[in-house]
């Protein structure tokens, strides 16, 4: 139990975005809270490496797909650790690119259980608790599928596309309440081994390198931004923003050789 | 059981934009299939003004928010009316602005269930019959909330910002197989008993008066519009486009007396 | 001069959109003035084409990158044929992919002239006349340029983004006082002789086959949502509209090979 | 000269924003080369408070509407001072809300000039250095304008509507080169004197207190973001970003009172 330091809470903690901003966090001075759905022995690996580097942090096994687990978190973090002021919501729901014909129901539902549902289930345990403390900060890690939906991506774009509305909704009560939201538009291939790794197997090294020097995000210089955004004055907060590797192209420009059809 | 007319099915029947809608193919040459919840003698009265008019038209009781409602809609259409060349999608989530504190856990999945899931299981059971004919359009109603999340619009702008980014990725897969998606952002009040009409109840009258000369959307005259996109030679297809009376503010302008606050 | 039909403008006026949308209002029963840059006999002969169909038209040669001619434009058909009801602002400022060492400050100036200060000129000198009528609209051709930034495209997308806010703060200023503003996205290529089809050159028509059946924007086609636009009842305009061909990536979708990057 | 620090050359350095951002580089290490259109003695008090809490300052007067003038201004720096490591264009086109009638064709070109083509030149002149050193940053302070088009902003949103898609051209050209542009939306209103302060005269004190706690923005804490911005590695960019006050409504958002309407 810590009471001194802060508490900074992270859903969908993997070696990934997820890990170095908690990293960053408890390198920052506060107590890093690590839950993810599994894997043990990969989050013991990641609290291991806080600690290591004189952070303190705790992991936790949680699957926020399955009622009422969110909301037990948020309760036995704010009792046994301490009250949360910054929470990151990093669960994913890309599943790659997927017809219409092969998403089925259950695969679209479940995309909106981790994609939507789970950060307002996280909002409706944790907002409150800050509104009466009178500060708090909610960061969103986002996709590329939250601002326009890609062939294929069916059920990631309408969870995330739901995601940001739903940001934009829980800024609109609650900033003037003292609670930051920022949702992060992730427009890019991160270096994420426990999900774009996991994705691609054995083909990943061969993908980065095709990128190029510094082509993929880094998770690492990524949470400079997520640690910057939420200590933020609350006289200039941000509610979105985006980012991408130099070398890529953003999602609103096409390739030139197309502009002759339009533009 | 009509052999010559094209079919016009319309999800969310009302006597605002979905009869209307209905009653502009109907009089286009489709036969009209009217659903709704529920208000038997509502619908019928519907279909009814229709006959009248010498339209043809159905009229079915379909609760949109259960599994294989809509499924078994789609295939009872097509088997005994006939092929569906046009779709409405045209169920609203509005709830009506409630806080954070406000809105259970059940109300925003159910929210998401009409507003998002209806609309991915329509374009399941639908879109492989109209792929296999080669054409056919889905026109889909739907709500400032789908571009911005407002105050109070937790679940209504989740389930929009879904449904918009949906419309996006059906077009992406569908439209070079020859299925027209239309997104229509009704960025205003709408002449609608059934829906805004039970919202308002008594003062709904007042509130049009309030309003002005043509200061509320004529969805009659809204049904038009409905016509003309559906009827778009596939050279020139729109898939997004918004309306608001012209007295109305569009949703991204503000008064100008906050202007000084920025611009 | 007329002095029974209404009269519709349009600045731009090719044998593309400009001309297409012509010939449907004056079949429609406006009398159309066409006015443009150069091209004397192609000019004569689209008239022709409109008289031949039955209807009325005049035609004008106007340089509208100089300082007082659209104004004296407005004033001459005004006082010659008849108030102005509709009026189109169809001029491009297309050049073509241009790096930023290969687009000169006069370049870029040009493009603003035509791109965006003549839409602000024939506001400036139009508007007070429907304003005092009571009505009128003003549709305004626009690219994909105008709702993100392109490679190359430094000129002509700067134009357009100017020209689009423009249109929201007219629309925000003139809708409540009766003038529907309409911004029109053309997001593919269009089979206009005299704008793509002389970028193209020899390649046109190979250009135009490569694209498939209604691969490319008929602009007779386009122009029937141009009169719907013109035509919607006040109590449900549209401010905004995109349209593209079929077979053509709307300009937020890139292919699926790319997804894997980002989504 | 300095041949050791790098240089951050700001224009529009006023004692808000530029002022601010200028007085944050030099603490981070930089010369900071402050330029504006007038006010000597204010000028020389920005850089002397720089010098005073230990930085490199230099000032220089400069009217960005004058054409030459912002070129001479590079060459002049890089000559006698550095290579410029990062340049902010602060320029603003603000002139209040003025209707169309009152809003005189060079109003609308000033605001062109100063919004828009000088943010062009900047690129013209210095973005090819920055390509020959193989980095560089531009940083853009912007508006709501840039984004939506308000009542009474003609001249502005029309020229913050082509700054910002100017801003997606050189950013897809010059971000794989190496080249960091970020656009920056300031939502809110800002405590500067030289603008605001000016704009509102004697009303500026009762307008800030009026807001409340942190209620405007504090340029000196927006400066952090900046300098974030700035320094973000390449496999991360930012290209937009938005700032507020924490009680400000997003532009995106009405009052809840309204939402009966739409939503």
Chains 1, 2, 3, 4 share one sequence.
Request: net charge negative; proline share 4%; with cysteine.
């Amino acid at each position: 139990m810590s009471d001194r330091k802060p508490v900074f809470l992270v859903l969908g903690a993997g070696a990934g975005i997820g890990g170095q901003v908690a990293a960053r966090f408890a390198l920052g001075g506060y107590h890093a809270v690590l839950a993810r759905r599994s894997d043990e022995a990969g989050l013991k690996r990641l609290v291991g490496q806080i600690e290591d580097a004189g952070g303190e942090a705790s992991g936790m096994l949680v699957d926020a797909s399955v009622d009422g687990t969110i909301e037990n978190l948020v309760e036995r973090v704010e009792n046994e650790i301490g009250p949360i002021e910054c929470a990151l919501y990093n669960l994913g729901a890309q599943i790659g690119n997927r017809s219409l014909a092969n998403t089925p129901h259950r695969t679209f539902e479940l995309g909106w259980r981790l994609g939507c549902f789970g950060l307002f289930r996280l909002a409706h345990a944790l907002l409150p608790r800050m509104v009466e403390r009178g500060r708090g900060t909610m960061l969103v890690t986002s996709a590329t599928a939250a601002v326009r939906g890609n062939e294929g991506q069916h059920s990631h774009a309408a969870a995330m596309g739901g995601r940001r509305m739903l940001c934009q909704t829980l800024n609109a009560e609650f900033a003037r309440q003292g609670i930051h939201i920022a949702h992060i538009v992730i427009d890019g291939a991160v270096d994420a081994p426990d999900t774009l790794g996991k994705m691609l197997g054995n083909s990943f090294e061969d993908f980065k390198a095709a990128k190029g020097d510094d082509g993929v995000v880094d998770p690492a210089a990524l949470a400079e931004t997520y640690w910057h955004l939420a200590h933020q004055p609350r006289s200039c907060w941000s509610h979105e923003i985006d980012l991408r590797p130099w070398t890529d192209t953003p999602w609103w420009n096409d390739n030139p050789q197309s502009a002759i059809n339009r533009n």
